[in-house]
């Protein structure tokens, strides 16, 4: 990864926060090492870091709420929560407001490395510019918009962008669960298939006015776009 590369990385725990910024150094990023979502939040007003990888619980402000006031400005950069909690409505809470990717603790570091690799990789290929026609809507893909005929835009998350993006291009085809789980939530557990089921729903209703849109529930297989 090129050497240039810059993380924000908060951490309240200095230990595994220290063990986090050395084995990323190694690999070439450069990291921003901060103890709290106050400071983290400065630093990235003042900084401009390419992901960011954010512990939930953390004094001062907590890792959703930092997620949050960043997605008011910055609704591009990847971010991945670090966090002990399992529970679905928090991950699900997590992806809503805006989060790529999270890791439950304790993970291992290869792993973090895998998803950091993952995500400036989707990162980079967003940033080609490209118009999707599905029924009546424009999906920018870029932009993360869809706008129904000539009305306003409506901003998508990240991970409804890229949902939508492969049921587009998978459009009349069954797209694979357990494919689109691995590529977009790292992996197919219990927590990651209920969090896409929301997102699912989320699509639903911002393509309903298109009544010749449907995205079908094909039981055991996935889901299928129909335009």
């Known amino acids: ?60 402000k907590d890792g959703f709420s930092l997620a949050k006031d960043i997605r008011a400005t910055d609704d591009s950069i990847p971010i991945i929560f670090l966090t002990a909690k399992s529970q679905t409505q928090d991950v699900v809470e997590g992806f809503s407001i805006g989060g790529n990717d999270y890791l439950k603790k304790p993970f291992s570091m290869e792993e973090l490395i895998v998803r950091i690799n993952n995500l400036l990789h989707r990162a980079k290929l967003q940033k080609t510019s490209e118009l999707l026609q599905i029924g009546s809507y424009t999906f920018n893909f870029t932009k993360q918009t869809l706008q129904f005929k000539k009305q306003e835009n409506k901003q998508l998350t990240h991970r409804e962008a890229h949902l939508l993006f492969h049921l587009i291009k998978n459009k009349n085809q069954v797209l694979d669960r357990s494919l689109i789980l691995n590529k977009l939530w790292g992996n197919d557990d219990f927590f990651n298939a209920r969090s896409m089921d929301v997102f699912i729903t989320k699509l639903r209703k911002k393509l309903n006015q298109d009544e010749t849109i449907q995205i079908i529930n094909v039981r055991g297989f996935g889901y299928k776009l129909i335009c």
């Open 1 to 60: 990864m090129n050497k240039h590369t810059t993380i924000l990385l908060a951490e309240d725990e200095p230990a595994l926060g220290q063990i986090i910024k050395e084995s990323l150094e190694t690999r070439q990023f450069e990291v921003l090492l901060c103890n709290n979502g106050e400071t983290a939040f400065e630093v990235y007003k003042n900084s401009n870091p390419e992901l960011l990888v954010l512990d939930v619980m953390m004094p001062k």
